[in-house]
Every structure is written in structure tokens, then in C-alpha cells.
């Protein structure tokens, strides 16, 4: 039996919602396996947290990052390719933004959504091994997809802790994970120790100066000074979230459900849980706006990953970023792509005698909020043999009369689903 395990990033929406984007969606595809499966919801991590991306995957693998996670920084430096020195240096997911007139007050959280990953590297390469001038300390910034980076904040000789606060407002740290608050001020926020140590302190320490020192560099930068020209934001701020000082020590997800599995993904946080966890990755290109050629790459690379292994995890993003801009029209057109491009053809050409699909997302976004939220996600699940429920179509209320139920945490549906193809 071959597993394919889609996740569809940010697709659910909230349940007080008048019309979701599953519901407004023309999606046949999704809709077929409804009826030939059966549904239900889950909490990607627990019941009321609007989770980020990176602790709903680790959970929706099964692994309880209340227990096995060390936060996102080292995760998304592992996905761009760099190891830190644990206890020497802290790494944090990091956002190009836009602050007014060089100060601290936020225009824009992502630099409008438009930085070309080609400009980030640029204003990266002018901050990368930047000198710090205290505790021997140092930045290495490494720019990823669009606005996203890396930042690794670094002592040659004093131990730093990653128990700091965050200086991107919108998200806040709860132990090792981060949620998104339901509000917050457009300002970035000064970093602080979580804790009495001497290496928290001086990791924030070091982290309010390479804010400062961001701010500087980059507001008068010749790539930003362009994007002026042509009436764009500038990218002349960072912020930091999510920091780490060590990658979570785990079982691979062979030798935690006994399966060879392989992903596909477009983000270096998902890149970076798939290395951990010991997956073949797929190097398939960051999205594009071409959404057909995007899927058939991405659906030609799943089924050479299902050749060679025994579970393929997919995750496509496309939902998320509108649900963030709070845009419903263009969420429901994300669905309906992926749909058209992915489900659909992987469906006409998939053995399904001998394939098992699982289909969910790591959070809700909806539009009507702009931000992940702490509502249940829709679980779709087909395998050979399985008798279906009598859900017919893919949405938030329908799924949650199915025969799976409500899943409380994230963590429980994999057993679940192995369960149940074990039993048939």
C-alpha cells in the first residue's frame, strides 16, 4: 500500500464563517474522495491554538511538539542548508518588512508580499557575518523565498540561549512553539530574555542591536532605493521569531511508523522537518503564479517519490498566503487549482487499488481574520477496501459529521490512519 498525504496549507477557514473557501470552491476532485472516503476534523495542535506552520507539521507527523520541539529557527536554517553551533548560536525565521521613515513602526509585515527573492539575497549578502560589537557576537542572514530569511545570531566565546522573545509582533512564544496573536500593534518589538540566564540576556542583547543595525543598512540600500523609484515598499527591516539553540532530538519517521517516506516541499521549514526526520526531499522550484505548471511538477516528483517509497508528504501553500491578505476570491481560486492541477489528475492517474490518500491542512486561515487561527482543520481519507461515510462534499460543517470524528491533537491522526489501513 502507498500513501499519498497532502497538505493543503492554510485551505480551512473558520467555522463561525458565513460561507468558507471550501465551501465556495468548485473542487470535484476533493469532492470525489469525500464520497469514497470518509471525513472528519482535526485540531492540528490542540483546541484553541492558532498554531504557525512549522509546529502544526511536526505535529500532523506525529511528533507532540510540546514534548519534541526545540522551535523554528534551527528547523528553517536546516531547511537552507545550515547546521548551528548549539549553544553558541541562536537561529530565528526571520521577515523582510517595512518600517516608516526608519524607525520602528511597521508599514508592512512581508514588504507587501512583492520582494523578489533575487532582491532579498542581495540586501542579505550587505548583512550576512555582520559584526556585532558585543560578546563577540555576530548575524548570519540568509535570504530564502520572497521575503523570508534566515537569521542566525552567534558568540565565538559566550553561550546564548534561544529562550528570547520574539521581535515580529504578530506572534508570540508560548515554550518552544509560536502562535499568532489575534492582535497586535504594527511595531517591532523589542526582544527579550524569557529567563533569568545570562545567555538569554545577552542573546537579546545581541538581537537589539542587529535590529538596529538592519534598520541602518538597509534603508538608504540601492536594491530598496529602486524599489522606491518604482513606487514599491521598502524592505529596510527584519523580523525575528521562533528562535531555537538546538534541532529536536527524535526517531526518524521510519523508525517512529515502521514506513519509508519522502516529501515534497516548497518551504525551507518543511525542507528542514523533512531533513530531521531522515525523508527523501523532492527538489522541485518555489512557487510560482503559473499554478499548471507548478502542480505537474509537483505531482510528476509525488509519483517518483511513491515508485521508491512508501508515504509521499505534500505540501503546496497556495491557500495561505491569500487567506493572509484577506482574500477570499483568490483563496477560493487556490483551492480550485490545486483541485484542477493536483487532486484530479493525480486521481485519474493513480493505482487506487493500492493507494491510500490523506488528505488535511496544518491550520486554518481565513480570510475573514488574516492570520491562522485555532479552528479545526477538515481530515479526508481515502483507502481501498475502506467503507465510506456519507459526506459528499469537502468543507468545515460536512467533514465534521464524518466517521473519523474530531481529532484533538495532530499528533494522533497518523496512528489513526495507519490503524486504519492496517485493518483492511
Known amino acids: 500500500m502507498k500513501i499519498l498525504y497532502l497538505v493543503l496549507d492554510g485551505a480551512a477557514d473558520s467555522l463561525e464563517d458565513p460561507k468558507t473557501s471550501y465551501e465556495l470552491a468548485e473542487k470535484p476532485g476533493?469532492?470525489?474522495l469525500a464520497k469514497m472516503g470518509v471525513c472528519g476534523l482535526m485540531y492540528p495542535?490542540?483546541?484553541?491554538?492558532?498554531?504557525?506552520?512549522?509546529?502544526?507539521?511536526f505535529s500532523i507527523l506525529g511528533y507532540d511538539p510540546h514534548k519534541e520541539y526545540t522551535g523554528r529557527g534551527p528547523i528553517e536554517a536546516l531547511g537552507a542548508g545550515i547546521r548551528i553551533k548549539e549553544g553558541y548560536e541562536v537561529a530565528f525565521r526571520a521577515n523582510f518588512a517595512t518600517v516608516k521613515d526608519?524607525?520602528?513602526?511597521?508599514?508592512?509585515r512581508r514588504v507587501g508580499r512583492n520582494l523578489r527573492s533575487d532582491e532579498a539575497k542581495k540586501l542579505a549578502r550587505t548583512l550576512d557575518n555582520m559584526e556585532l560589537g558585543l560578546y563577540d557576537g555576530y548575524a548570519r542572514v540568509i535570504a530564502t523565498v520572497g521575503h523570508r530569511a534566515v537569521v542566525v545570531i552567534g558568540s565565538r566565546k559566550y553561550r546564548l540561549s534561544g529562550n528570547v522573545s520574539n521581535t515580529d509582533p504578530a506572534y508570540?512564544?508560548?515554550?518552544?512553539?509560536?502562535?499568532?496573536k489575534p492582535s497586535y500593534k504594527m511595531v517591532i518589538e523589542e526582544c527579550k530574555p524569557l529567563d533569568n540566564s545570562e545567555e538569554a540576556k545577552r542573546t537579546a542583547e545581541l538581537v537589539n542591536i542587529f535590529t538596529e543595525r538592519v534598520i541602518e543598512l538597509l534603508n538608504?540600500?540601492?536594491?530598496?532605493?529602486?524599489?522606491?523609484?518604482?513606487?514599491?515598499?521598502?524592505?529596510n527591516a527584519i523580523l525575528l521569531r521562533d528562535s531555537g539553540d538546538a534541532l529536536p532530538k527524535v526517531p526518524s519517521f521510519k523508525e517512529k511508523f515502521g514506513l519509508k517516506a519522502a516529501a515534497?516541499?516548497?518551504?525551507?521549514?518543511?525542507?528542514?522537518?523533512?531533513?530531521?526526520?531522515?525523508?527523501?526531499?523532492?527538489?522541485?522550484?518555489p512557487p510560482t503564479q503559473d499554478k499548471k505548471t507548478d502542480y505537474a511538477i509537483r505531482l510528476d516528483a509525488t509519483f517518483k517519490l511513491l515508485k521508491e517509497n512508501d508515504l509521499a508528504y505534500v505540501h503546496l501553500k497556495g491557500p495561505d498566503e491569500p487567506g493572509h491578505d484577506g482574500d477570499?476570491?483568490?483563496?477560493?481560486?487556490?483551492?480550485?487549482?490545486?483541485?484542477?492541477?493536483?487532486?484530479?489528475?493525480?486521481l485519474e492517474k493513480a493505482d487506487l487499488e493500492n493507494t491510500a490518500i490523506l488528505i488535511t491542512s496544518d491550520h486554518a486561515t481565513p480570510p475573514s481574520k488574516k492570520a491562522h487561527t485555532g479552528d479545526p482543520v477538515p481530515v479526508i481519507f481515502y483507502a481501498p477496501g475502506l467503507q465510506p461515510d456519507d459526506v459528499e462534499k469537502v468543507s468545515e460543517k460536512e467533514c465534521g459529521r464524518g466517521r473519523l470524528g474530531t481529532i484533538s491533537h495532530g499528533w494522533e491522526l497518523l496512528p489513526k490512519i495507519l490503524g486504519l489501513i492496517r485493518s483492511q
Open 328 to 346: 477570499l476570491n483568490a483563496k477560493v481560486k487556490a483551492i480550485e487549482d490545486i483541485d484542477k492541477y493536483y487532486v484530479q489528475p493525480f
Open 264 to 285: 515534497v516541499a516548497e518551504m525551507p521549514v518543511e525542507i528542514g522537518i523533512a531533513r530531521l526526520l531522515g525523508m527523501d526531499i523532492a527538489s522541485v522550484p
Open 45 to 57: 495542535i490542540g483546541k484553541g491554538v492558532a498554531p504557525e506552520s512549522d509546529s502544526a507539521v
Open 102 to 108: 526608519a524607525t520602528r513602526i511597521l508599514v508592512d
Open 30 to 32: 476533493l469532492d470525489k
Open 220 to 235: 538608504e540600500h540601492p536594491v530598496n532605493l529602486a524599489r522606491e523609484r518604482k513606487g514599491f515598499l521598502k524592505a
Open 172 to 180: 508570540e512564544k508560548r515554550g518552544k512553539i509560536s502562535v499568532a
